[in-house]
């Protein structure tokens, strides 16, 4: 006789799934699903050590749900060391709702996605990502109130993009110092990759700065627009990595710094606010240095927008917000003192700052 497994089991014992999930010892993963709405989700839960879990919701049309999974665990895994790095009282936490944001979303289903992250009891809180924006969290906080990100004119901080911008600015800046032994940016090459919220104000900041900044785009319209409003060249995808550049910005998805791309970049530093830009943290990170670029670590140059929204859980004050997220230059250069006089990589040099944190507040806790 046959036996047919439910699609549940399938699922469950499919292989490489809970492999992944150990490998990056995260502590929950969650999948939701609504028929009804269309809402296809994944909320990963790494690290509760400092605190509640804190990150956005991507919305994205993955290839496949695999690739899903991977995203969402490492962007989780990359928020714990984000929020331990810049002394916040935060856990890493992520989430992805599977489909096209352009054509998907509907009120149904973000609210529908507010009362799966309700049903979470606050160990996990959400706010903005790649394709969601102030109105999706408007929605979600409708059914829930662990999100953050939530419009100005209901009491939250609105969009954090602007104030992600403007800690990748100065990380940049401290790079630069870093590199040359000043943060001028007058003359600098930049090349821009992804021009969403981030990516807009990143650059806006650049021009204004005196940097000939270079821009591109997944959406060819995006790339117009930004050389009419910012008077900046502008190049095909498949392109950026053979451009002449002093910095590299990635501010769009993950892994754009792998065996191929990193032979192909012209440039002096890596310095953007896209997450988990190494494919490999070690392997990466070292082919780096062996090409003798300058890596700002993703957690700690882009951990403006985190700053901003945690804002929201102690009552929001944009000068404390600011001054928190203008600590991200010096942290910088901290990290860069750490790895030349420990001979390892940036990233390294970051995740031993973020770790040694973690750990000191695991063993507090142990205590109480």
């Not at 959400?126 to 969290?137: K, Q, Y």
């Not at 070292?286 to 985190?306: C, M, Q, R, S, T």
């Not at 910088?332 to 390294?348: D, G, P, Y």
């Amino acid at each position: 006789m046959t036996v047919v497994k439910s699609k549940v089991e399938a699922a469950i014992q499919s292989p490489g799934i809970f492999e992944q999930i150990s490998g990056y010892d995260h502590e929950q993963v969650v999948f939701f699903n609504d028929k009804a709405s269309g809402l296809k989700s994944i909320v990963a839960i790494h690290n509760t050590v400092l605190g509640p879990a804190l990150g956005g919701t991507r919305f994205w049309n993955y290839n496949n749900e695999a690739e899903a999974i991977n995203d969402v665990l490492r962007l989780s895994r990359g928020m714990t060391f984000k929020a331990a790095a810049a002394g916040l009282n935060l856990g890493g936490g992520k989430a992805v709702i599977i489909g096209n944001s352009r054509t998907d979303k509907s009120e149904a289903m973000m609210r529908r996605y507010g009362k799966f992250i309700e049903s979470l009891g606050g160990k996990y809180i959400t706010a903005e990502d790649v394709g969601t924006s102030t109105r999706d969290m408007e929605w979600i906080s409708l059914e829930t109130e662990h999100v953050t990100g939530i419009p100005e004119n209901m009491g939250g901080s609105g969009d954090p993009s602007p104030v992600t911008a403007y800690g990748t600015f100065l990380g940049v800046k401290a790079s630069v110092k870093e590199m040359y032994g000043n943060d001028d940016l007058s003359g600098k090459k930049v090349m821009v990759q992804g021009t969403g919220h981030v990516g807009e104000v990143l650059v806006k900041h650049l021009v204004e700065a005196g940097a000939k900044v270079t821009v591109t785009d997944i959406h060819a319209d995006r790339i117009q627009y930004m050389i009419k409003t910012y008077k900046v060249a502008g190049v095909e995808p498949d392109a950026v990595y053979d451009v002449d550049m002093d910095i590299y910005a990635p501010c769009a998805l993950g892994a754009t710094l792998n065996d191929d791309n990193i032979e192909r970049l012209k440039c002096n530093i890596v310095a953007g606010a896209a997450n988990n830009q190494l494919a490999d943290e070690v392997v990466h990170g070292n082919l780096l240095i062996e090409k003798g670029i300058l890596y700002a670590p993703d957690f700690v140059i882009n951990a403006g927008g985190l700053i901003n929204v945690s804002g929201e859980l102690e009552g929001y004050n944009r000068e404390r917000v600011m001054s928190q997220t203008e600590r991200i230059y010096e942290r910088l250069l901290e990290i860069f003192s750490i790895a030349k006089a420990s001979n390892i990589t940036t990233q390294q040099a970051a995740m031993q700052m973020a770790n040694a944190r973690l750990k000191d507040i695991a063993s507090l806790n142990a205590r109480l």
